[in-house]
């Protein structure tokens, strides 16, 4: 269960660290983007209304730390593999950021072109 949440959660956080176009320095990896979903995947894949806190303040803190192109890119990529490998609500990965209080330049969507993002 644990292998499928993984998906789940690389599918948000890359959809939030390349919409939300802020953070620090340090390279992002996939472990960044899981570890910062994590508490998204139930609420992604059988949630409605509001996603919990804990969520949201994943989400937040990932955009936060997305700050380059490089990052905004690989985070993209790393959730558009997750959602590949679990089964999550479209309108409810779409829906996220505006749920969570979170502007995003571009629509979350598994058929965003990730290098296209900078």
């Not at 802020?22 to 979903?37: E, G, Q, R």
């Not at 593999?81 to 999550?88: E, P």
Request: hydrophobic letters at 40%; charged letters at 10%.
């Amino acid at each position: 269960m644990a292998y499928s949440s993984t998906p789940a959660i690389r599918l948000v956080a890359a959809t939030l660290v390349v919409v939300l176009l802020v953070a620090p320095a340090t390279a992002i990896t996939c472990s960044d983007v899981i570890k910062d979903l994590q508490p998204c995947v139930n609420y992604l894949k059988s949630g409605s209304g509001a996603p919990p806190a804990a969520c949201c303040a994943g989400a937040s803190n990932l955009a936060s730390t997305a700050t380059t192109t490089a990052d905004k890119q690989t985070a993209c990529s790393c959730l558009k593999s997750a959602a590949q490998n679990i089964s999550l609500k479209p309108e409810l990965a779409k829906s996220l950021p505006g749920n969570c209080g979170i502007s995003l330049p571009f629509e979350v969507s598994p058929n965003v072109d990730c290098s296209k993002i900078s």
